[in-house]
């Protein structure tokens, strides 16, 4: 590999995460009537779909199952949720939206049409069947991600620190521009 695709990857990775933790950050200072954004997620999930059990929300809102737990706890203090066991498996325990959930989100709708409308403004259209590609790529690169980083750390550990001169390198050895690992 050419020390420019490296920089060109390092820049790219840069970028990536900087945009990651952005995002994250400003979300993060946001709440709607007590509710954060990740919230008023769950909440629109169990009105377009229905009751929801919460490791399955975990899952498809790629949350982990603790924060999925303090949403909840969250949103069911508020009386926006209830959680409540299901009649035909007692050990199944679901979140499902009260009336006064549904119509705390319905008045705020608007704040999600507005959070898409500020992060995508302003690209063309097919920017943004682009962007979606590069989204769809990056997340089945995601596929076993720590797995194989936690692999090569465990790898890395057996390993003399001295390295053999024989062992092929995975990136130029030049002085990167960019923050890295």
Request: charged letters at 35%; glycine letters at 6%; proline letters at 3%.
């Amino acid at each position: 590999m050419e020390d420019r695709d490296w920089e060109r990857l390092e820049e790219a990775d840069y970028l990536f995460r900087k945009m990651v933790r952005r995002f994250v950050k400003e979300r993060d200072r946001i709440t709607v009537e007590g509710i954060s954004l990740p919230g008023m997620l769950i909440l629109h999930k169990i009105i377009r779909e229905g009751e929801q059990r919460l490791g399955d929300l975990a899952e498809q809102l790629d949350f982990t199952s603790g924060a999925i737990t303090a949403l909840s706890d969250k949103l069911e203090k508020g009386g926006y949720t209830m959680r409540r066991r299901k009649e035909d498996d007692r050990r199944t325990v679901v979140l499902d939206v009260t009336d006064k959930g549904r119509a705390m989100y319905e008045h705020n709708s608007n704040v999600g049409v507005m959070c898409i409308t500020l992060l995508f403004d302003g690209f063309t259209e097919e920017e943004l069947l682009l962007q979606s590609r590069f989204y769809e790529r990056i997340i089945a690169n995601l596929e076993g991600f720590s797995g194989t980083l936690l692999e090569l750390a465990e790898q890395n550990a057996k390993t003399p620190a001295t390295p053999d001169p024989e062992q092929k390198r995975t990136r130029p050895a030049k002085m990167s521009n960019y923050l890295s690992y």
